[in-house]
């Protein structure tokens, strides 16, 4: 067996708890793999020997539950395309649109695609990005592309280009600011896949998938002594939450001074750093969408993880009825 062969698999499984957790959050496969390292039949593997099933589920076992098969005819009736419910379901395209010609709802929703969107969208992004913005398969891309006579990884290219050209603010946020990666890629316009695909062409390492800061550490260990069953990194919609404690409806989160501009030490109504701007703005809308679906929202400072957290230990077990601890 070769050396690296047995890291990587070292590192698969002392990491598998953490991964189940972001599968089942509904990070796909793929994704999984490309930011682990390692390729999507082993981590397959691994997921099924602890009981996971990575397999996409019959469409005609899914029929069992009503209410999911109505919600996917409703939204297909209303617009959605069949690969965004397939992804969205994880189901198989195929099996999906059998079932919908069956039901004499599938309708076939091609739509010319002109030589000036190919033109003007090409030199921008990337076959997948492309598909999204028009509305079509990806084959539908390509072969447009071809009859043009647009080399398919064109665009590719244009990345690598935008990409050097824009290489030290990447690194400094994504280093520097700690910035994750799906908000680096929506603010250039680009897969968070090419970029980590970029920085290890430059020797750089790419970060744990969710890399926790050290007050998570602190409040994880904290959750695990008061016996508090908790998911971490756990996504809702399209917010992530440091914790979600599921039996009481409550998410935690733990606020860094700086990036989140404590009252303490930063006037918010003049921050200079435009990091904590947005990290201000985003947790009004975190806050927002949590009240919305009826969760409740804790929220605890560094400073307070820090200096002061006997309180907060005191404050989890009268929330979570763990006085008797």
């Known amino acids: ?40 039949s082993t981590l397959s593997k691994y997921l099924s020997n602890i009981g996971v099933n990575t397999d996409k589920p019959s469409f005609f076992k899914l029929k069992e539950n009503e209410s999911i098969v109505k919600n996917i005819e ?19 395209e195929s099996l999906l649109r059998l079932y919908l010609q069956k039901r004499g709802i599938w309708k076939n929703r091609r739509r010319k695609v002109t030589d000036a969107e190919i033109d003007d969208l090409a030199t921008k992004y990337d076959t997948n990005v492309i598909s999204e913005k028009l509305g079509v398969s990806k084959e539908t891309v390509i072969a447009n592309m071809k009859r043009r006579g647009i080399r398919v990884y064109r665009s ?26 799906d908000e680096i ?15 290890r062409k ?50 935690i989160e733990c606020d860094g001074d700086f990036w ?7 006037d918010r109504n003049n921050l ?27 929220r605890f400072w560094e400073y307070d993880i820090m200096n002061n957290f006997e309180n907060i230990e005191k404050e989890l077990m009268l929330k979570f009825n763990r006085n008797w601890l």
Not at 77 to 86: K, V
Not at 159 to 178: A, S, T, W
Not at 260 to 266: G, T
Not at 272 to 298: A, H, I, L, T
């Open 272 to 298: 200079k750093y435009p990091v904590q701007c947005e990290r201000v703005e985003n947790d009004k809308k975190k806050n927002e969408f949590v009240k919305s679906k009826g969760f409740e929202m804790m």
């Open 185 to 199: 890629g929506r603010k250039f316009k680009l897969s968070d896949d090419t970029i980590i695909r970029f920085l």
């Open 202 to 251: 430059k020797g750089l390492k790419i970060r744990n998938f969710y890399e926790r800061t050290s007050i998570e550490h602190i409040m994880e260990e904290c959750l695990i002594k008061l016996d508090i069953p908790y998911i971490p990194q756990y996504r809702y919609g399209k917010w992530r939450f440091d914790f979600f404690i599921e039996s009481f409806k409550t998410i």
């Open 156 to 181: 590719c290219i244009d990345n690598e280009i935008f990409l050097e050209k824009n290489f030290d603010e990447i690194r400094d946020l994504y280093y520097i600011q700690r910035i994750s990666l």
């Open 74 to 92: 409703q939204k297909y009736l209303s617009g959605e395309m069949i690969r965004t419910l397939a992804r969205k379901y994880n189901l198989s």
């Open 260 to 266: 989140h501009a404590n009252p303490m030490f930063y």
């Open 1 to 40: 067996m070769p050396k690296g062969q047995k890291k990587i698999r070292h590192d698969i499984l002392s990491q598998i708890d953490e991964i189940r957790v972001l599968f089942e959050n509904g990070v796909s496969i793929r994704k999984l793999a490309v930011r682990y390292s390692t390729n999507v």
